[in-house]
């Protein structure tokens, strides 16, 4: 995981919120895809991430 602000701490805040933001929904993002591939699958959970 990359963390933004220890490799850059002079950066702005709201620019560094934003950053972990988009990492937040990249990662909700692949579990309600992988969520839903299994409930289409048949199966009756999902795999847990990784």
Not at 13 to 40: H, K, P
Request: hydrophobic share 35%; no cysteine; charged share 25%.
């Amino acid at each position: 995981m990359r963390r933004a602000m220890a490799i850059h701490p002079r950066r702005n805040l709201a620019t560094s919120l934003e950053t972990v933001t988009r990492y937040l929904e990249r990662m909700l993002g692949a579990y309600r895809d992988s969520d839903r591939s299994a409930q289409q699958a048949g199966l009756s959970e999902a795999n847990p991430g990784p």
